[in-house]
């Protein structure tokens, strides 16, 4: 094979890698029904708010939430106080506030 072969060969098999990190990535986002389910249950939530990469939630039960498992779905950080929960979220706040209204 000449050096022109090996290019072409390098530049589709560079192209398979980006489109699989591509669909990789999409999969890679917060799984909202999870987050629900940690949250106690869309019955346990009162209300929501975003403020840029922060989702707060106010629950009726706060023991009901399980900050591990929320941890482990991607959060960034809890904070709480009172019944509220303060989830670092990053760009997906907005999305899981929408998706949450959206429930009830």
Not at 42 to 64: A, C, H, P, Q, W
């Amino acid at each position: 094979m000449n050096l022109m072969e090996y290019i072409i060969i390098g530049i589709v098999l560079l192209i398979i890698l980006l489109a699989i990190l591509k669909a990789t990535k999409k999969d890679a986002g917060l799984d909202f029904n999870k987050l629900v389910e940690l949250l106690g249950g869309k019955d346990n939530i009162i209300s929501t708010e975003t403020n840029m990469s922060r989702f707060k939630v106010t629950l009726k039960d706060v023991s009901k939430a399980n900050k591990e498992g929320i941890q482990k779905l991607g959060a960034k950080g809890i904070v709480e106080i009172d019944n509220q929960l303060k989830i670092i979220l990053g760009s997906e706040s907005k999305q899981i506030k929408k998706y949450i209204d959206e429930l009830k």
